[in-house]
């Protein structure tokens, strides 16, 4: 039996978003229902935002630090993480993680913060570290909570920044994305890895390569994300409701309530041609959150949205996909379109080397890829990263291009966890401004190619292939960008395959080679891989519909 079959076995045949007839009011986004959450405060999506796609760990936090180290008093300094490495540096001679945040809050900066509380770092988690960082932070003024309002083995893994002044409006600016203010993540464009590393599978040596990427908004957008951030603050459940969770905070002298955060600036100006639609994922919770009472799965839903117009060409960027239930969004797309095609960017080996973990994880990956294949046979390419001296590079981004009209950046990967488990964040993009490139409108449809999508497939393609960025007139079209990322992927793999003899050819994309679990593995660990590894934190009504 298939890993696929296996897995729909045991989490049943679902037709996810059959039933919901989506409102296109706008083409691209969520209406206020379609979001399905009446409780939050954030909007449907806002105009005129500048927003800027920072490619590499290396890249934000040279930016973050310009942007922390030049907040003021009173100036707010909002975030949020599923890790926190206090000693991860922020440029090559510049301050720490907890050293830029510190700094901010002695000079008078409003710094708040929500750390996830994590898992203790015996079983390979960060307790520890976030619990430092929040302690150095409270001790300099700040405030960051260790926040465990979440499912039983869920997480809070948004990762947001945001940045106001109502002094200076260059000040107004947020960061959303996948990158954790973290170790291992401080990369470059070379992928040879960040010196401050941490255990890794040995396949990706000894400081692993990493890719991942961040989004930098600027303009009325910036204060959706900052309500994301207050509606969390502001959510009165206790922290944690464990026993020992509450005496090592005694003992440690962590925050159990947060403050009153200061009233809101109005939006920031308008400062560019982008559309901005925020996405999250929240489960239903008891207490309920009070932002979103029976949890929130716009991610989810608008995903399904933008792939229902999709018509030429996906590519995605995805640290795990592995997902029956999210690969079957993608296949209705496949099947729906005969000349749709996809490329789809992952980790070569899972960043964990756990006996339980591993074994649930492949199974559903193998079964997401496979029906992935089904669905597009050869108009799927499953690719994964290597660096010019062939060692894997660690794929952490979470990004989606359709057509290079709608772009997706942010925190949730293609798994039923990200999309119904645990908090997430997600910029969705449309440019108002289109690509005058031919092809001017790839889908057909009117739609254009917009300039935000299509130039950061493109930067993401020819660093992928090895090009320079100027190199991209087979790249436009989306059928010759696929026939060309093929012929690089098929002269990458013969080299390798006829070993290595003779010159490397140019580009670091290889064909994804994934082992499909035993038979007995996959009878053993799809329980674990549905309850544990891809939890479900859908309603009950939802869950037995099977709709998000």
């Avoid at 030429?312 to 029956?324: A, G």
């Avoid at 993401?460 to 060309?484: I, K």
């Amino acid at each position: 039996m298939r890993a696929i079959d296996r897995v729909s076995s045991a989490l049943g045949r679902s037709s996810i978003f059959d039933d919901i007839d989506f409102d296109d009011t706008h083409p691209w986004f969520l209406t206020g229902e379609e979001r399905a959450n009446a409780d939050t405060r954030i909007r449907p999506w806002t105009d005129g935002n500048l927003c800027r796609a920072l490619v590499h760990g290396d890249t934000y936090f040279r930016v973050l630090d310009e942007h922390v180290a030049a907040a003021e008093v009173d100036d707010l300094v909002l975030f949020t993480d599923w890790r926190g490495d206090p000693e991860q540096v922020l440029t090559d001679h510049g301050p720490t993680v907890e050293g830029a945040l510190t700094q901010a809050a002695s000079r008078g900066v409003v710094v708040r913060g929500l750390l996830w509380r994590s898992h203790a770092e015996s079983i390979g988690y960060t307790g520890g570290k976030n619990s430092a960082l929040a302690s150095a932070l409270e001790e300099a003024g700040g405030e960051c909570v260790l926040d465990q309002r979440v499912l039983s083995f869920g997480s809070h893994h948004q990762k947001l920044v945001v940045i106001r002044s109502a002094e200076r409006s260059d000040q107004n600016v947020a960061f959303v994305g996948g990158i954790d203010l973290a170790r291992a993540r401080r990369d470059d464009i070379h992928h040879h890895g960040d010196a401050l590393s941490r255990p890794f599978p040995p396949e990706y040596g000894e400081t692993p390569a990493w890719h991942d990427l961040q989004l930098e908004v600027r303009g009325p957008a910036v204060r959706d994300v900052e309500d994301t951030f207050r509606e969390r603050w502001e959510d009165p459940a206790a922290l944690s409701r464990l026993p020992w969770h509450v005496v090592s905070d005694i003992v440690r002298r962590h925050r159990r309530e947060p403050s009153e955060l200061p009233a809101p600036l109005p939006d920031p100006p308008t400062a560019g041609t982008c559309s901005v639609q925020l996405l999250r994922t929240y489960p239903r919770r008891r207490p309920a959150y009070p932002f979103a009472r029976d949890g929130e799965r716009s991610a989810a839903r608008a995903y399904a949205k933008a792939l229902g117009r999709a018509e030429r060409l996906i590519y995605i960027e995805d640290q795990y996909l592995w997902s029956v239930d999210v690969a079957r969004v993608f296949a209705r797309a496949l099947r729906r379109s005969p000349r749709l095609r996809m490329i789809v960017v992952v980790p070569r080996h899972l960043d964990d080397d756990s006996a339980m973990t591993i074994p649930p994880a492949l199974l559903g990956h193998a079964a997401a890829l496979d029906l992935l294949r089904d669905a597009g046979a050869d108009r799927v390419l499953v690719l994964d990263v290597e660096n010019d001296d062939s060692v894997p590079v660690y794929v952490h981004s979470k990004v989606c291009i359709v057509d290079d009209i709608w772009a997706a950046v942010g925190s949730d990967n293609f798994n039923r966890r990200s999309w119904t488990h645990d908090s997430e964040l997600t910029a969705a993009v449309v440019d108002e401004t289109r690509d005058e490139r031919s092809p001017v409108d790839p889908s057909g449809l009117g739609d254009g190619a917009r300039v935000f999508a299509r130039d950061l497939r493109l930067e993401l393609l020819t660093e992928h292939l090895s090009r320079d960025p100027g190199d991209v007139d087979d790249l436009l079209d989306p059928d010759e960008c696929f026939d060309a990322v093929s012929d690089h992927v098929a002269r990458l793999d013969a080299w390798h395959d006829g070993g290595r003899d003779g010159d490397r050819p140019v580009g670091r994309l290889r064909t994804h080679a994934i082992e499909v679990p035993p038979v007995w593995k996959q009878r053993v660990f799809s329980v674990l891989y549905r309850l544990v590894v891809d939890p479900d934190g859908r309603p009950l009504r939802l869950r037995l519909t099977r709709r998000f």
